[in-house]
Structures are given as C-alpha cells and as structure tokens.
C-alpha cells in the first residue's frame, strides 16, 4: 500500500522544516517498508503574491483524495493574517471536517522544564481542541464606522453538533488512557450564553462515560493550574479559542512551542486528516536553518500513528528522545544543533 | 476628611479576609492619621437565598455615594454563577463605569516562583484589563433548542469608546513607569471583527504616546511568554476575557492567587471604584480560617493610593513584605499561618 502524502511546506521555517520531515519519512519507510508517495503544493503567502490568492480555486479539491496533508506554517509579514489563515489553514480544517485538533504535551527526555522540580512524569497530556467552529467565526462586523459611536460585534457560535462530537471524542480518548481523567475548559461565569451551553452538554455527554473521572475549570484559573499543578492534567478538552490558549501554554512548560505538534482530524476519515507542527511561519528566525524541527516530527509520528504505522512511529519518537536525551538541541532549547544537523542525528539514531 | 468605604464580604472567604481588611485599615489609620467610615452590606448568595435576589432594587443607588467599595468574594455552591456573577459583582464594574480593571503582578519578597531562576527582578508587570464589554455580553441565545440542529450564539461587543479609553489608561500608566513599554494582547488572526478593531485602536491611541515601546502579541503565544519570558512585560493590555486570563495567570508564576489584587477603577471617579483580592469565595476552603489576606491587603494598598493615602499603602505593603520575607506564610504558600496569626503579625510589622 502506497500512503499519499500532501506537502504543503507554506511560509517561513515552515519550509524548512517539512523538507527535514520528509527526510525522516522516507528514512523510515526504508526502515519499516511502507511506500509513500509525496505531492508538494506551493500555497501559501508567496503564491498568494503571485496569483491573488493564498491557493487556487480548486485548492481544497486537489487536497481531497489524500490521505493525509503535512503542512509546515502559513503567514508572513505584509499579507494580512485574514488573507493568509483564512484563506488556506482555516479552509482546510472546516471543509475537511478536522473537527478535533489534538495536541499532545509531554516533556521530552533532555528536555529541562522551566517548572521548579518538574519532570516527564508530572508533564504529560493531551489537549483536545475543537477546531471549525466557536470564537473563530466570519460572522460580525461594524456599525458606525469611524465615528465616535463605532462599535464592532463579532458573533461565538456553538453548534449541538460541534460540540458533542469534539466532547465525545475527548471521552474516548481519555477512556483509553490509563488515568482516564477529562477536563473540561469554560468560563461560564462570565460568558453567559456559549459557554453555559459548552457546560451542559459536558454534562450530557460525559454521561455515556462512568469510568472517566470528570472535572471543569474556568479558563482563567486553568491556566494557571497548568503552572502550578501540570500533573493534575490528563485529557483537557476545550472550545477552539480556549484550546489554542492551552496548547500554546502547555508547551511552555514542555520545551516551548519549538516541539509541540498537532493532528488536525477528520475522525470519519472522509477527508484528510493535516498534520502541523503548532509553531508558525517565525519569520524572525526563518532562512537562518535553526528552525527546531522536532513539532514537524512529533506530527509525522502522529501522522504515522494516524496511516497504522505506529512501529515506525514510536521509533521516530524513541530516536528524537535518544538525541534531546543526549543533549543535542537546537537554540530555542539553548543548544547548538542546527535543523539539519539536529535531523542528521536523529535518523542515525533510528537503527538504535 | 473621612473616608466613606462600603464593605461588600460577600460569600465564602470573602467573609474571612474583608473582616482582616477592615482591621488593617483600623491599625493603618490610626498611625497615618486619617478617618475612615464603614458601612457593610449583606449582598451575597446567602442574601439571595433569603430575598431571591443578589441586593434590593436599589442597592447600586446604596453603594453610589461611597468613595470606594471593599469587595471579598461573590458565589457560593447551589447559586448559578449567572446569578450570583450577573446579579452584584458584573452590574457594579458595568454600572459604575469601573472599566479598568488593574491587576499587578510583582513576587514579593520571600514567595518564591515555581519558574526555575526567577526572582523578584523578571516578575513585575501590570495588566490592565477591559472591565465592562468585550467578550462578557449579555446578547445571545438559542436556536432549535433541544434538538439535533440545537445552536447557541454569542456576541462580543467592542465600541470604540470602551476600548480606547483603556488602552489610553493602559498608555498613561506604562508612561508612568521606568521601562515605558506596553503590550496589547491580541488574537486577531483568529477572531475576524472584534480583534483587529481592538488592533486598529492600539495602533491609534499608541500613535499619541511616542515615547512608548509598544509591541503586541497573540494570546496564545502571550500566555507562553508569561511563563517563558515574564520579565518581557511592563504593562499589558487585554479585552475583558483575555486580562481576565492573564491576570490569573500572571500570579500563577508569583505566588498564585492568594496574593492577586485588582482595583475595579472608575478613572473619571464620578463613581466609586472597587477593590478586589483576585481569588474568589473558594469555598473547598471557606470556613477554616486559612485563606491568605494578602490579596486583600494589596487590594487594601490600592485603594489607599487611590484616596490619596500614598504612605500608608506603601507601609502596608513593606509589612506585608517583612513578613512573608520572615518565612511566615499561609498554607497556599506552604506555610502554616492562618488569616488570623498572618495579619497580627502584618500589623505588629507595620511600626518597624
Ligand atoms: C467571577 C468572574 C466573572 C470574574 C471575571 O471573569 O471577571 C473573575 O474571574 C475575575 O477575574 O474577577
Ligand atoms: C494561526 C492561527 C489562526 C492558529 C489558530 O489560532 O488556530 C494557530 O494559532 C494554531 O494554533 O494553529
């Protein structure tokens, strides 16, 4: 069976990084024989400066019949963040049906918490975000505009069906882990209509899962419990604003964002499911070749997992450890591999 | 002059601190010479199990008069937060016009950060929160209620008058201070009409204050530079939602909320303001005389600056400070004082 791929690189480090990810691909499909077969898409703000647009008309069309799209980052200076994100990342979640993006938190072997006696055994959860719907929506817009009187509404919604699916997802995964711990997100306190709804249908849905121990937090205090207690946290689920926020924080206190990767899913799979590290275009460090490209493989094992491959997976992940455990780092972890040499290494560490 | 202070303990810990806070201010006044008048109002959840409502009609006409309002805590188990929330503390900051909410985060001597290597020099910065608009809105609903197609929606309104005004409060106030830099929290890559307005208008009213440093950051990646870099910040700037979380956040890197003040300011003062320990009625711990007053007490010093009684405040804190630098701390601070014992010894420090 040939799994195929599409490589949509996008700005920045994003291509620099996913060509490292498709160096490891290959090195491990020599490995554990599978065959892939890669289709590269150049969309992105440089083909938005060419063509007018971040992808063509067909785009989502062409992205269709893969199985799986691996997309490095999307955005840079000069073209607007509505341009660039709405016209390709976000597209491709909601027409794709990616409705959960998971982000997993773990501290890594080597990979020295900024937390006061912190390890790898307080660190270790997954965070469940909605991803097509919520805070992030095209409804809104301004009335009196310029004026004094100016005002600007901008519309959450939150469907029965978004949110169920996201939480009963979120149920299942934290029935197959051994803590089988959920934890939910709201601020229902002070966001009075989505958020008490976001509450109820916990409720409901939680339900259908006796074994889970279950709890809630308000965003705000989450966020802090996410500093001074990480180990409370096994699966955390929440809406596509507040998931974001704790998937960035979380991997602050995992070794940064340098290393925290993403699955965006389809859980039907009628549509690709996107592999993407969290990190973004960094055009600040872009064309410098320091890039971390341990997200983009913590996403390729994730994609992996996601094909049925999870051997060659699992010993991607034990390689990388094998490598940060040895103390190889790139700068943002406060070392001096570069991406490719930090890559070199790691698939020598493969045969290990 | 007589200060007019209206008392509001509240519910759970409130009940605990505020009375702590009144005899601080007792001892305060005493040495540094000014009156202070009390009056205390019973609105609380337990008020609203007796009358069926938070406070009587006219209970905003009561507080109008006073200089300054002394808030504990609002909520209690068994009273829904859309109640007890929407019903005394969310009408006072929107009634009064107290659309600054002021949230300083500073570790104070002898409480130390869970942030490996960070001292008192890389953890000072101030949040200043929207307080009456934003994402806390009051327009919303439900569509198909009950069934599959079930839908609920939420407004954020921004107006051009709430968010300039704060951020122009957020311009002065970083001017004020030595490092003259100020960040706007931001996700305006996500959340399409509400967020770059909220952009447009830092953008404008920074433009009026050249001698500013001013730089943005989307709330994701903020909440991991809190935790990476606290010592980036000086004054930042956020919606209602967004200072909400930062300003738990914040104090999770400095010794948690325990110690998190917040003034509810009124700038114009043709109402009162509010002055507020950060915590909350904690009800897991009410009742065992344990909560920690320095929240109170730093809210305590806000609102003496605030009525012009400079010197007092700052006594206040430098006692507060003798102590907890003496090792005397309560239990959420891995101590073993109690409300009580810790403000003696507060007010024994405040001769020294
Ligand atoms: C209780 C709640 C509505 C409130 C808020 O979010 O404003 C609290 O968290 C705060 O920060 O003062
Ligand atoms: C770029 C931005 C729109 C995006 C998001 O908020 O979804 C990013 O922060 C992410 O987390 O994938």
Redesign the pocket.
């Known amino acids: 069976m040939v799994y195929e791929i599409a490589l949509i690189p996008g700005d920045g480090i994003g291509r620099e990084v996913i060509p490292e990810g498709v160096r490891m691909l290959e090195a491990l499909s020599r490995e554990f024989c599978f065959d892939l077969s890669f289709t590269e898409f150049p969309y992105s703000c440089d083909y938005f400066l060419r063509h007018g647009e971040m992808m063509p008309e067909d785009g989502l069309e062409r992205l269709r019949l893969f199985q799986a799209i691996l997309l490095g980052a999307v955005g840079a200076p000069g073209v607007a963040d509505h341009v660039s994100l709405w016209g390709l990342l976000l597209p491709i979640r909601r027409q794709f049906e990616q409705y959960v993006n998971l982000r997993p938190v773990r501290l890594l072997s080597g990979i020295t918490s900024p937390l006061v006696g912190r390890t790898a055994a307080d660190i270790n959860f997954l965070v469940v975000r909605e991803n097509t719907e919520g805070e992030y929506s095209d409804i809104g817009g301004r009335l009196f505009a310029g004026t004094e009187r100016e005002l600007v509404v901008q519309e959450s919604v939150f469907t029965r069906k978004g949110v169920d699916r996201v939480i009963r997802f979120a149920c299942e995964m934290a029935s197959s882990r051994p803590a089988r711990h959920l934890t939910s997100a709201t ?1 229902s ?2 966001i009075r209509f989505t958020m008490p709804y976001w509450d109820e249908r916990f409720r409901a849905i939680t339900a259908d899962y006796p074994e889970l121990r279950c709890d809630q937090f ?1 965003i ?1 205090i989450l966020t802090a419990h996410f500093v001074q207690h990480p180990d409370w946290f096994d699966v955390v689920v929440g809406s596509n604003l507040f998931g974001d926020i704790l998937s960035d924080l979380g991997p602050a206190i995992a070794g940064g964002i340098g290393v925290a990767p993403s699955t965006n899913l389809n859980v039907e799979r009628q549509f690709p499911s996107m592999f993407e590290p969290v990190h973004g275009s960094a055009p600040d460090i872009a064309g410098q070749g320091v890039a971390n490209p341990i997200a983009t493989f913590w996403s390729v094992q994730m994609m992996l997992d996601f094909l049925g491959e999870q051997k060659a997976g699992a010993a991607l992940m034990a390689a990388v450890e094998r490598v940060t455990g040895g103390g190889y780092l790139t700068r943002d972890l406060g070392g001096r591999e570069t991406t490719r040499s930090f890559t070199d290494r790691v698939i020598g560490a493969l045969g290990e």
Chains 1, 2 share one sequence.
């Open positions: 601020k306190n002070g308000h705000d």
